[in-house]
């Protein structure tokens, strides 16, 4: 592993790891966002405690903290093959275990979002995007819509024959945010009562 990798991999990471969104949410809000909702350190909390500017600006900064260190480590400094994987996960983990947190990050989806811009620009996240959109649609539980996006885009990705540094990108990305969901994901998956009632209508 290069020194390129190591210093990228180490900027990633601190970038991930700085929770935006709680700072965001004390100097705005004067709330500790982790006792607000379902208490994950996150943008939609922050939109929670602080109204749409609060989370809009939150949701924006964790996109960047995965997207800039990512892009920049790829697109300027040229760093590419094997060495992409740690540099490419770093934020997510950073963000997900932040220890400036004790460990305990948020579930990472806008910087999902953010480490798949700075891959592959706007490919991946314009089709991550598109697949959440159509699983928040088609069932009711935030986290199985998270998962399935992942997983959709997985399939994208194994469509396009993307290669083995991104499929490895993606898994560990995928088991982040499984871990993070862990709790919720017991929940069974429940359609949408409109597929519902399109499934009986078709039987």
Known sequence: MGTNTLIWAFIG????????????????????????????????????????????????????????PVGLARFLVGVDGWALVPVGLAPVVGHAFSPFLRGRGGKAIATTFGIWCGLTLYEAPSVLGVCMILSYFAQTVDAWGAVLAMLGLGVYLLARQAGAVLLVIWSGNLAILVWKHRRALREPIRLSPWLLKLLRQAH
Do not use: E, M, T
């Not at 709330?31 to 939609?44: E, M, S, W, Y």
């Not at 909390?45 to 960047?64: H, I, P, Q």
């Open 13 to 68: 990471f601190i970038s991930g790891a700085i929770p935006f969104s709680v700072l965001l949410a004390r100097r705005f809000a004067q709330q500790d966002i982790r006792r607000v909702g379902d208490g994950n350190p996150g943008a939609a909390n922050a939109w929670r405690a602080g109204g749409w500017r609060v989370g809009v600006l939150a949701l924006v900064l964790d996109f960047l903290k995965g997207a800039l």
